[in-house]
Structure formats: structure tokens, C-alpha cells
């Protein structure tokens, strides 16, 4: 495990506790059936442990753009609401959800972002995520994606940095001739795309229509509007 120093900023550990909420995010995703009752508590515990000292880390470097903070903050409930309807959007369908949450919810007019694994996207396979963003007074970007929270390039950044003793991960990197360590692993790209960048990644299981339908369905049922006008 590689160790941390021994003073962070706020950035670096937002950072940090974001690698660590990705993996339980992906985690509580993936939970199959069947699992000893401690086990379930343990991970979605931790899980929602996360979710809540995420966003108090970033309050310290809050919003400042009040147009850019009623745009993003408009959506969480309804984000939130379609979560509990059935709205996925990680475990390989951030890509997907990106899009049904830029048509359903912004009407197509936020950024698309993706934070990848430097090395594979250079050789040609894309792991990471894909996230909206609406850019403040100041030229600074502010994300939000599936979970319905308002999050930093930092914390955007973690999901490029992917755990170099993954076999999967070993195996990939191995097919594609790349030799795969820690440094490697640890490095992300990250850059706007358009919504057609974006659609090339789509698994092809991945039912953009009905991840709409669902947030659609969810800012209904909470009389919300989602005729937003955010500045992109």
C-alpha cells in the first residue's frame, strides 16, 4: 500500500478519499446475493460512511458561482430520487449515465469530462469516468455525476488511478504491451469530450433511453423542473 505523507491539503485529500469512495462505490454496485450478513454491513456501511465525509471535505473550498451552484444543486434530489428507482451510473455505466443526465436533466447543455488511465487510453482502452461539469465565474470546473454530488477535479481525477496489483487490470496492460506498476497505474488524463466521444464508450448493454425515462420519471414524481439553463 503506498503511504501517504504525513500533512495533505484539501485538494490531495479530497483526492485521496475519493480513490477510496470510487472502490466502495463500485463495490456497493457489484454486491452479489448471498453474502454473510456482516459482510453487507461492513461495505454498505463504509460505503455510506463515505458519501457522507466526502462532501465536508469539499464544503472547504465551496461554491462561490451562485448560477453554477443552483444548476448543479437543482439536479441532486432528482438524482438522488432515480438512484432509488434504479438509476446506475457506475460499475461501467458512468458513460451512459453521463449522457441520460445531460439530456434528461440539463437539456444537453453541460460538459462532458473524462478522467482515464493515461497509459491504456494512449493504448487505445479507456477505464475510467465520465462526469458533467458547469464552469464557475472564475473559470473553475464543478462535476456532479451519477451519486448526486457536486465534486473537484481532484476528486474526478482519482477514477484514473487504478490499483496496480488488479489482475485484471495486469492482464489488460499486459495484452497491450504496456508494463504495468505503480506509477503507471497511478497516472490520469483527463479532458473535456463531446457527447459523441462519450457514446463510443457506451457498453453495449447500457440503455441510455431508459436511464432518461428513469430520471425523468423521478423529477415527476418530486414536481421538480427540468427545464435547467446552465451556463456550460
Request: hydrophobic fraction near 40%; include cysteine; glycine fraction near 8%.
Amino acid at each position: 500500500m503506498r503511504k501517504l505523507p504525513e500533512k495533505l491539503s484539501i485538494d490531495e485529500l479530497n483526492r485521496e478519499v475519493g480513490k477510496v469512495a470510487n472502490l466502495l462505490a463500485d463495490m456497493h454496485e457489484r454486491l452479489p446475493p448471498g453474502l454473510p450478513d456482516d459482510v453487507q454491513v461492513n461495505i454498505v456501511g463504509a460505503f455510506k460512511f463515505m458519501r457522507m465525509t466526502t462532501p465536508l471535505l469539499a464544503a472547504a473550498a465551496p461554491l462561490k458561482d451562485l448560477s453554477v451552484e443552483r444548476t448543479l444543486t437543482s439536479a441532486i434530489p432528482i438524482i438522488r430520487h432515480a438512484r432509488a428507482l434504479g438509476f446506475k451510473g457506475f460499475g461501467g455505466e458512468c458513460f451512459a449515465a453521463a449522457i441520460a443526465l445531460n439530456r434528461a436533466i440539463f437539456k444537453g447543455k453541460l460538459n462532458y469530462y473524462l478522467a482515464v488511465n493515461d497509459a491504456l487510453h494512449a493504448a487505445g482502452r479507456t477505464i475510467g469516468h465520465a462526469s458533467l461539469y458547469a464552469l464557475d465565474s472564475k473559470g473553475r470546473r464543478h462535476h456532479i455525476d451519477a451519486d448526486g454530488r457536486i465534486k473537484s477535479d481532484c476528486e474526478i481525477e482519482s477514477w484514473g488511478m487504478l490499483d496496480p496489483r488488479d489482475v485484471d487490470y495486469q492482464e489488460i496492460a499486459q495484452r497491450l504491451g504496456i508494463k504495468w506498476n505503480e506509477d503507471v497505474a497511478g497516472t490520469t488524463a483527463m479532458f473535456t469530450a463531446t457527447e459523441s466521444d462519450v457514446m463510443k464508450l457506451v457498453s453495449k448493454r447500457s440503455r441510455i433511453g431508459e436511464m432518461e425515462a428513469v430520471l425523468v420519471y423521478a423529477a415527476k414524481e418530486l414536481g421538480k423542473s427540468i427545464d435547467s439553463s446552465p451556463e456550460p
